[in-house]
Structure formats: structure tokens, C-alpha cells
Antibody
Framework: QVRLVQSGAEVKKPGASVKVSCKAS????????LTWVRQAPGQGLDWMGC????????TYAQTLQGRVTMTTDTATTTAYMELRNLRSDDTATYYC?????????????WGQGTMVTVSP | QSALTQPPSASGSPGQSVTISCTGT?????????VSWYQHHPGKAPNLVIF???KRPSGVPDRFSAFKSGNTASLTVSGLQAEDEADYYC??????????FGGGTKLTVL
């Protein structure tokens, strides 16, 4: 079964950008869709958007439009999520997750999460 | 899009059953049979326990069951065990490749 390994924790200042990576363990990654989800401290899960790994079609949450870009590199089986113009309320754990079962984007394989802290 | 509505907390004793509701609208839960449920232990990645309203992924025990009626989906955990204590989130496909999550329910095993 494919596994996802994310990059390490980040500390950024307001207004900066962060790019989180999510590396899949094998090339079957290109057969699936990948979603980014975040969880702020003490809050629930927040859907950020999704990308089709084989054709890079993306859909972003309206609240993040213009600040987020999701990409994939099929050669290295790595997905990336870049968030720009960071604010304090972007402090959260960011997860990538794959859909390998079903329809409607159920997320059955998750990365371990990446903590991003935005602080002056 | 507002988050799907879940009760903030639920509880039950070991061996009992507990049901968690998830209420959406006719734009998401009511239209699409693409409701998922996740178990989330703090500090770990969420774990998919139900997809497409009532299907269990491989490895998820049949103590987890779910259904949908109208704009409301429900997850039932039967034969409660200590390890079931976690946060539970529902999600629904909402059209145009978008997904919406519920606010989460903290399940306590008494």
C-alpha cells in the first residue's frame, strides 16, 4: 500500500510563504487524487483543496483562493502545497491524503502531518 | 459553505452503542451519497472508518456502521471499547470537486 511522508515542521513570519511536501512511496500515486487538509490548534479539520496527480487539475477552497497552490511532481512522486501571505490563523497541522477507494474524495491514506507555526 | 453540524460531544460505557449525527444541506449530504467518517486520535493522522455513506474500508471493524437519511448522516459505534475514544469527523462531497467537513465530535468512553 502506498505511504505518504511529509516534510518537517516550519516556523514562518506573517506575510511569508511556506511550501509543504508530501512524498509518496511509489508511482501508483499518479493514479489517485490528493487532498490537503489542515487543523488549527483546538479546531476541526479544514478542507483546503485537491489535485489530480496525473493531470494536475486543482480545486481550492474559496477561503484560500489566491493564496494557495497545489502541485505534483510525478517524476519524484511528490506533491507540494504552497501557502502565501501567511497569517497567524494559518498556524495549523497540515495533512496530505490520498483517495484510493470509492468516489467523492474519501481520504484513506494520510501523511503524518506537518506543523506550520506563523509567529512574528 | 458552512461546516456540517455535529454534536460537540458524545459518550458511552464500554460495550454500549453510541450514535453521532452529521447534518448538512441539500447541497451536500442531501444530494450526494459521498459521506465519509474519520476517527482522529490527537497527535495522529485521521483514519477513514466509513466512505460512501456506509462502506467500511478494509481493516475497519464491523462495530462501525453508518447510514444517511435526507440531509443527515449518522455513525454508530457498537460494542464501545476504550480505544474508540477519539474525535470523529464527518465529511461530504459538495459538488465541483469540493468537500466539506463537520466540526467534529469528541467521543468519550466512560
Amino acid at each position: 500500500q502506498v505511504r505518504l511522508v511529509q516534510s518537517g515542521a516550519e516556523v514562518k513570519k506573517p506575510g511569508a510563504s511556506v511550501k509543504v511536501s508530501c512524498k509518496a512511496s511509489d508511482h501508483t500515486f499518479t493514479n489517485y487524487g490528493l487532498t490537503w487538509v489542515r487543523q488549527a490548534p483546538g479546531q476541526g479539520l479544514d478542507w483546503m483543496g485537491c489535485i489530480s496527480a496525473h493531470n494536475e487539475v486543482t480545486t481550492y477552497a474559496q477561503t484560500l483562493q489566491g493564496r494557495v497552490t497545489m502541485t505534483t511532481d510525478t517524476a519524484t512522486t511528490t506533491a507540494y502545497m504552497e501557502l502565501r501571505n501567511l497569517r497567524s490563523d494559518d498556524t495549523a497541522t497540515y495533512y496530505c491524503a490520498l483517495t484510493t477507494v470509492g468516489t467523492g474524495w474519501p481520504l484513506d491514506i494520510w501523511g503524518q502531518g506537518t506543523m506550520v507555526t506563523v509567529s512574528p | 459553505q458552512s461546516a456540517l453540524t455535529q454534536p460537540p460531544s458524545a459518550s458511552g460505557s464500554p460495550g454500549q452503542s453510541v450514535t453521532i449525527s452529521c447534518t448538512g444541506t441539500s447541497s451536500d449530504v442531501g444530494t450526494y451519497n459521498f459521506v465519509s467518517w474519520y476517527q482522529h486520535h490527537p497527535g495522529k493522522a485521521p483514519n477513514l472508518v466509513i466512505f460512501e455513506v456506509s462502506k467500511r474500508p478494509s481493516g475497519v471493524p464491523d462495530r462501525f456502521s453508518a447510514f444517511k437519511s435526507g440531509n443527515t448522516a449518522s455513525l454508530t459505534v457498537s460494542g464501545l471499547q476504550a480505544e474508540d475514544e477519539a474525535d470523529y469527523y464527518c465529511s461530504s462531497y459538495a459538488g465541483r470537486n469540493t468537500v466539506i467537513f463537520g466540526g467534529g465530535t469528541k467521543l468519550t468512553v466512560l
